[in-house]
């Protein structure tokens, strides 16, 4: 499509199927497994992730991430070990932030050892923490930001230059940001990956993943993903479309909430501490200014010890104590009982994470209700 089309005309149309058939206004549903083969250059195959649905999404996503080429995956973590499966081996070591995603936290300490593949965690999120990781063998970094559940920022140029420096492939989960607020692509990464059942979808109602890069790269996480076989059913590819056609409008929304949220709570008796990257109190604010496009709907923030926590929680009348994140309602967790629960508590505090530490999910309702919510809990 047209580069010079912005992006919410990029979320609504890039990649859609134009019904030749009826004229339809929006993309048809192709459900078959079965296509032909004679006379065919490729063949498609819903496990070959090239029907005509997943194309809709891989095309969308592309352009979103500023990427050469993107493909769906049925969850973020298919997307995540897939894609690490297609560029560790046996013998190879990759370095991970230290604050990373559970699910990615576990992948790699319960099964990489299987694979006889070694890693490093960061000891913290500077540069040199990662200099400091990289070894000769070393075919991976691998980065989050913002982060769970602090939001803390990783220099994304930085990393993307050590990298390419040493020729080491690098990784971002992106789905914290969204391409909306976020293009790692434009900073030098190699792969920016999501789990697309967050921002992407947006309604806390499918599982899916993606993953974007150069057209080399996710030609080779394409055939790793045909052997691993985690791609996307027809019908979900339908509603991730659809999702995506509001992506803009949503995340602009979940961004002027959260700043207004993060910004009034930080004057509040009862909280301590307000986690936001766009509060100009937050320790990487500078680093969020040059790398973001918008500070993003997530935020954390830490009750006074006299509240206890798992009451307040069940004060919020609107507010939905909900594991997982990124739906247009406003959901929220207690890290240290949910996330971060299998951390011992001397790790947890390392890290910062307290009891008293609320991790808030900022939905699209009106900001003054999402406000209005979280104060009256305070007061018993
Ligand atoms: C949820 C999440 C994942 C995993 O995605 P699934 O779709 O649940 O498999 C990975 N990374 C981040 C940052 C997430 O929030």
Sequence with gaps: MNDKRGKHTVCIHEGEIRDEQFGGAISPIYLASSYPFIDQDEKRYPRYFNTPNQEVIGKKLAALEHAEAALPFSSGMAAISTTLLSFLKQGDHAVFQNEIYGGSFNLIHKEFENFG?????TRGIEIRDFEEAIRPNTKVIYIETPSNPLLSLTDIKAVADLARSKGIISIIDNTFAS?????????????????????LGGHSDLCAGVVAGSEAHIEKVLHKGRNLGGSLSEFTCYMLERSIKTLGLRVEKHNQNAGFVAEQLQSQNGVTKVFYPGLTTHKNHELARSQMNGYGGMLSFELHPSIDAKAYLRRLELIKPAMSLAGVESTVIQPSLTSHALMSPDERAKQGISDQLLRLSVGIEDKEDIFEDLVQALKV
Excluded: C, R, V, W
């Design 179 to 199: 391409p909306i607020n976020q293009t790692p692509i434009d900073l030098g990464i190699d792969i920016s990956l999501h789990s697309a059942t967050k921002y």
């Design 117 to 121: 593949i070694e890693f490093t965690l």
